[in-house]
């Protein structure tokens, strides 16, 4: 299994601002990936986050609204830019481990823009 | 387009009854299917995953069934007590192609409320 350390936990940002999630896993993971979960909404993949190379986006996100870093293969970070009352959802962090790629998550961070 | 529907979309208990979550899925080429429990205000949590091969997985009170001839999974939750109070969702993957990892397909989740 993987234990997840994601933060901050919930922010209520101002409209046009930029908001840096952190993800630290407590062992080293091929795989991190970023969801958005929109109020009464399923998981939405928003981009792969690759160790050493850039994120792969998924169709809709782009790296300038979305940029990811993962330095290394415990941790990766989102930020959210330029942000509008439209970015307002939860933000997960999630890595997949083991011969099945059991997916675990972060606890998710609630973000509310103003 | 790979799809995964969950029904009903909200369900309300009595404490210590039992009931049953579907998910219906059109994902292909099918891998493996999970549950997971999402208490609010926080990540999901793994219940069980089956490959195509197992039909049955238990986990405690829950037990989930897969039938990929039809494309059908349930969950079934025993004894329900107030903690199991939560959002249930089914997630399918496919079966990976040149990578090393199948995407995950999501459905949106059964709220499930236990009243004592």
């Known amino acids: 299994s993987a234990v997840i350390s994601q933060k901050p936990s919930r922010d209520i940002c101002q409209r046009g601002t930029s908001l840096t999630i952190q993800c630290q896993v407590d062992s080293q993971v091929t795989m991190m990936f970023w969801y958005r979960q929109q109020p009464g909404q399923s998981l939405t993949l928003i981009a792969t986050?690759?160790?050493?190379?850039?994120?792969?986006?998924e169709s809709g996100f782009v790296i300038d609204k979305f940029p990811i870093s993962r330095p290394n293969l415990t941790f990766s970070t989102l930020t959210v830019s330029n942000m509008s009352p439209e970015d307002s959802s939860i933000y997960l962090c999630?890595?997949?481990?083991?011969?099945?790629?059991?997916?675990?998550f972060g606890q998710g961070t609630r973000l509310t823009v103003v | 387009k790979n799809q995964v529907e969950q029904s009903p979309q909200s369900l309300i208990i009595l404490e210590g009854k039992n009931c049953t979550l579907q998910c219906n899925y059109t994902v292909s080429p099918f891998s493996n299917l999970r549950w997971y429990k999402q208490d609010t205000g926080r990540g999901p949590v793994s219940l069980t995953i089956m490959t195509f091969s197992e039909n049955t997985k238990s986990n405690g009170r829950y037990t989930a069934t897969l039938d990929a001839d039809t494309k059908q999974s349930s969950l079934h939750i025993t004894a329900s007590q107030l903690s199991d109070s939560a959002s249930y969702i089914c997630v399918v993957s496919a079966e990976a192609g040149g990578t090393s990892y199948g995407k995950l397909t999501f459905g949106q989740g059964t709220i499930l409320t236990v009243h004592p």
């Open positions: 986050a690759n160790q050493g190379s850039e994120a792969t986006y």
């Open positions: 999630s890595v997949t481990t083991g011969g099945k790629f059991e997916a675990f």
